[in-house]
C-alpha cells in the first residue's frame, strides 16, 4: 500500500511538474496587455479595437542563464520521475532489489526540483521584470506554473520522505 502511495505521489508531481514547465506562466505582468514569463518562452497578450484579445509566444533572445540552469534541472527531474515510477512499479513484480534505486532516482529528483524552485527567483532581476534576485517589483506577481512547480516539489520531498529510510544507516532500518 505504501508503495502504492508513493508511486501515486511522484505520479501527481510529475505532472505538475510536466504542465508547469510546459506553460508560460511563472512570472505575469499586472498591467493592461499582459506578459506572461515562462523559463524560456515569453508571451504578450495585446488587444485590438473590437476587445479581441491576442497573443503572442517567443523565445527571448536574452534568456537569464539561471532560468535555463533551472529549466535544465526540471527536465532532469522529470525523467527521474518518471525513471522513478518505473522502478517502483517493477519492484512490485520482481524479486530484484529496484525499490532501491527507484528511491534513490526519486531523492536526486527531489534534490533536481529544490534547486530549480530556488533557482528560478534569483532571476527577477532580468530587464524585462525589473526586479531584483528573489524580490518581483510591484508590476509583476508569480504565476500558476510557478506555484504548480512548487506544488510537485513539495509533493515529491514527500514522497522521498515517505520512501524514507534510505538516508538512514542500514543499521537502523
Known amino acids: 500500500m505504501e508503495n502504492k502511495q508513493q508511486n501515486a505521489n511522484i505520479l501527481i508531481a510529475g505532472l505538475l511538474v510536466l504542465i508547469s514547465i510546459s506553460r508560460p506562466r511563472w512570472i505575469l505582468s499586472v498591467n493592461p496587455g499582459e506578459t506572461s514569463l515562462g523559463l524560456i518562452e515569453m508571451c504578450i497578450t495585446s488587444s485590438s479595437s473590437s476587445n479581441i484579445y491576442e497573443q503572442k509566444c517567443f523565445i527571448p533572445h536574452h534568456v537569464r542563464s539561471v532560468w535555463i540552469i533551472s529549466f535544465g534541472l ?5 525523467g527521474l520521475l518518471t525513471l522513478t515510477i518505473l522502478l517502483l512499479l517493477a519492484s512490485q513484480h520482481t524479486e530484484a532489489a ?8 526519486g531523492f ?3 534534490i533536481f526540483l529544490c534547486l530549480s524552485t530556488v533557482l528560478f ?14 524580490q518581483l517589483p510591484a508590476d509583476f ?6 506555484v504548480a512547480f512548487v506544488g510537485g516539489t513539495w509533493l515529491s ?3 522521498a520522505l515517505v520512501a524514507g529510510k534510505m538516508c538512514l544507516p542500514r543499521f537502523v532500518t
Open 121 to 134: 527567483p534569483m532571476g527577477f532581476d532580468s530587464e524585462i521584470i525589473g526586479g531584483s534576485p528573489f
Open 157 to 159: 520531498v514527500l514522497s
Open 141 to 146: 506577481r508569480i504565476g500558476s506554473s510557478y
Open 98 to 105: 529496484t525499490v532501491e534505486y527507484g528511491r534513490l532516482t
Open 74 to 78: 526540471a527536465i532532469g527531474a522529470l
Open 108 to 110: 536526486v529528483a527531489m
